[in-house]
């Protein structure tokens, strides 16, 4: 590792002092460097993105167009490491089109998939699934079998993972099942002498062992995760060690064995510490760890790592809001560039239409709403100007205490959500029996909702726009199984 470090610095010394391009070789001497296994993990991330770009930029120069492609999808991978989904959808975009223009099918499906993981990610699943399956597409055009069999395999999981996160709500398990079988099937057939060919097949027996969790097939989950541990004991240094140990750490919390839980959320954080792996994963690992806490009645450590993850997820959710709504924004206009011809007229049409009954429906809404702030004060039933009814506290409404969690939240203080749940000691845990994947941010949400904020209101709060809260109350109501019929502040306000 040391002589890679020093032939990196050496030949980048020696171009900048004889001022001259390099050749096809050295570039892919570099390329060998940025590949490295365990290169992420001694340099870092600005580090990785600055040799990437560095090879980028030297294969620019000569045209040497295989070295840019590497070079994009190493920087598209390190953005998703680090959640910075425009950066990395803008390499990605960039690459899409040379790979097209050289028929480079391998990396052409690479991008593809790396694509849809930046939108699944977003909860765009629909175009998250018809990338992967695009990716599929192209991989079956690769000739080379080994590369094939990898594309696909990479490809298949690529579905099967868009599919668990948009059914995981219904839990609908039998098409993720399917895919993550066909990619583990496809896995197995690379050739014997194949790089990396067992860390290949264990990383998706560990997707078969957490479909199988979800299945709640707790057995055949665990066997999967000792063949993971089989095939990868020989392997010194293993990032994927860290969503092991979270998905082990999972098992024992549904089995009971919280300590033993502990441990293994304890080793999954390690791991994604030292490998600075995905801030998102490091997440989950606190969540686990804090459920875990929480049935040993251990409180302050649940409340720690509570905060944790929700310093986590609400440093991604500011980038993750402005690209949703950025991806939103493109969508509609690739649409219109689409349709606009042949659908102008039914368009104004429909707006027409729209606005006539929008028009009588917020007439009947302010109608309603007098009426029912005149009938129903006996009743104790109060509305506000958004028609949503205002919860009928109990003595804690007047006092100050819930005075002080208003004012957390209208600030947007950090200690609003551990104050709230003081307030209020049972809400999150009810929510959190409903689905358990609620996150941290997504339970503060819930508790701007219970406190009757609206959308603009949390909107300026967040310093966000009204569209991407707008966004999360809609993931929120599917998260929790509300039904579009009925009022999300009425549902949270029956949550005592």
Known sequence: MIKKFIFYFSFLFFINLNGQKPDQQTIDSLWTVATDKQAYAHKGSKEMLRLCTEIYYQSKNIHYEKGELRALV?????????????????????????????NNNIIWSDLLRLQSNVYSQLGYYEKADKSARKALLIADKIKEDDRKHLANSHAL?????????????????????????????????????????????????????????????????????????????NIKENPEYTSFYTLKGNIENRKGNYLKAVE????????????????????ESYSGIAES?????????????????????????????????????????????????????????????????????????????RENAFNEKENGTEYTQAGNPVEKQTTITDSQELNNVIELAKTNNSSFSLKFSEVFPTFN????????????????????????????????????SIGSVETRKSRIRKKLNIINSENIYTWLMKIQ
């Open 293 to 369: 806490y929480k049935e040993l009645h251990d409180y302050k450590n649940q409340s720690v790592y509570i905060e944790k993850a929700k310093k986590i997820t609400d440093s991604l959710s500011a980038a993750e809001k402005s690209l949703v709504e950025k991806v939103a924004r493109s969508e509609k206009t690739d649409e219109s560039k689409e349709k606009y011809p042949k659908l102008l007229v039914l368009g104004i049409m429909l707006a027409l239409v729209i606005a006539g009954i929008t028009f009588f429906l917020l007439k009947r809404k302010k109608i309603f709403s």
């Open 74 to 102: 190493k920087m598209s991978e390190i953005y998703i490491n680090e959640q910075n989904y425009e950066e990395s959808l803008n390499k990605i975009s960039e690459g899409l089109l040379l790979a097209e223009k050289n």
């Open 157 to 233: 999981r690529k579905i099967a993972e868009n599919k668990l996160q948009e059914n995981i709500l219904e839990k609908k398990y039998d098409s993720v099942h399917f895919y993550f079988y066909k990619a583990y099937t496809e896995s197995k057939k690379l050739s014997p002498n194949f790089p990396y060919r067992n860390l290949r097949i264990a990383k998706n027996a560990k997707n078969m062992a957490l479909i199988l969790f979800y299945e709640d097939k707790i057995p055949e989950a665990e066997k999967y995760l000792h063949w993971y541990e089989e095939l990868t004991k």
């Open 264 to 283: 293994y959320f304890n080793k999954s954080i390690h791991f994604s510490k030292e490998y600075r792996i995905l801030p998102l994963e490091l997440a």
């Open 429 to 464: 845990q009810k929510l959190l029996e409903i689905n358990p994947q609620l996150t941290p941010s997504d339970l503060e949400y819930c508790a701007l909702m219970k406190l009757n904020f609206d959308t603009k209101q949390i909107a300026t709060f967040k310093k966000s």
